[in-house]
Every structure is written in C-alpha cells, then in structure tokens.
C-alpha cells in the first residue's frame, strides 16, 4: 500500500496497455492449517487459468485471473504405510495490484491481492486401515474459500511476440474448510500454498492498431 500510494504520487500518464493471456504453473507446496495439528506430507499440485491485465498507470496496473486450482493434504501412515490422499479443486478468481519497475524490455513486479474462490470437486483416497485421523473421516463443510496471496517475479517484454513471465506465490487462506465454531474438530483448517507459474500474454491494443492499419 505505502508503495502504491507513492507511485500514485509520481502519477505519469501513458497509454494504457490491456493484455491477455494465459498462465500455467503448479503448486509446489500444498497443505491445510490445521489446528490440532496434522502430519502431511510435501505435495504438488496444478494451478493454471486465464489472466487479464491492464496497466494504466506508469508503474501500476491491476490483474484478474480466472484460475483452475487444486489445493488439498496428504499424509503416510506410521503404522501400516498407507498414504492418503485428499485433493480439493477449486475455481478461483485473483484480483492483484500489479506494481513493476524496469525497463520496456525487462521488468521486475510485484502482485498483491486478494482471492475467491469456490470448491468444484472433493476427492480422497481411502482412510488409513489402523488409526484414521479425524481429517480423513470428515467430510469437507466449506466449499466456498477467499485468500489473500503475494507474488514477486519477472517480465521479458515484445513487441511482436508478446510478453513472457515467470512468478512465485504465497497464498494464504482466510476461509476455513471445516466449520471452526466452538466445540468443533478443527478451530483452523485453512488452504496454504507456495506456486509457481510461467504466462504468456498479448497487448490487446497492438492487435488493435494492427487491424486499423491493414484496413
């Protein structure tokens, strides 16, 4: 916010610029906050969708995506060796400050923001044989879920070919999975997950002029 308001500051009208495009990526780290505690294993999931980006400001934009997500737990038995498996896919909606600084060829940005996003499918494997924790007995409560996340990465900048990118996210969830009401299982269940994701986008604006030209 403190960097927002001083860009704001230095306003400088250019062009707006509106892309388009497309990002695909995994969630390298995927787990649930639960509170009791869980054992879960390291897991990685898919993440990729659709994304829109306007910039009107020098140094400032916004972005919105329209993401297929899969967010979820796993966990191994210590008795028998059984793994299970939880998986949760969502369909989500960012909406991102976007703050970069660089050159017309090479940016470095920052996003930041916050998220919605609504639970389209719920599967799990199997509950351990011996001793199955509460998690894996439970049916999930909360389909919808809102987050907020934070991501750094870098831009390389086209004329023709368009823009490519590569970033990293942190996304932490507000929402709970379970109701966490007193006397619940859970007072915390809450999605958590680091991405990774590469985008390709077009200037709008670009095919634009270029279809004016030709005509």
């Known amino acids: 916010m403190l960097c927002a308001k001083g860009i704001w500051a230095q306003y400088t009208y250019i062009e707006p610029e509106i892309s388009l495009g497309i990002n695909q990526g995994v969630a390298l780290w995927t787990t649930v906050g639960f509170s009791p505690s869980v054992h879960q294993n390291f897991d990685v999931r898919y993440n990729g969708g659709i994304t829109?980006?306007?910039?009107?400001?020098?140094?400032?934009?916004?972005?919105?995506?329209?993401?297929?997500?899969?967010?979820?737990?796993?966990s191994t038995s210590p008795i028998t060796g059984e793994r299970y498996d939880h998986r949760l896919d969502y369909l989500e909606i960012p909406f991102l400050a976007h703050i970069y600084f660089g050159k017309e060829k090479f940016r470095f940005f920052i996003n930041l923001g916050p998220k919605i996003r609504y639970m389209v499918n719920d599967s799990a494997t199997p509950?351990?044989?011996?001793?199955p924790g509460i998690e894996q007995t439970k049916p999930i409560e909360n389909r919808f879920d809102y987050s907020i996340c934070g991501g750094l990465g870098i831009e390389i900048r086209t004329k023709k070919a368009g823009y490519f990118i590569v970033e990293g996210r942190y996304d932490y969830g507000l929402g709970n999975i379970y109701k966490n009401n007193k006397g619940e299982d859970f007072s915390l269940s809450n999605n958590q997950a680091i991405t990774v994701s590469i985008a390709y986008l077009f200037n709008v604006n670009s095919l634009r002029k270029e279809a004016r030209t030709n005509r």
């Open 127 to 131: 509950a351990f044989s011996v001793n």
């Open 52 to 74: 829109f980006r306007y910039i009107g400001q020098k140094y400032f934009g916004v972005i919105a995506e329209l993401n297929y997500t899969q967010r979820g737990w796993s």
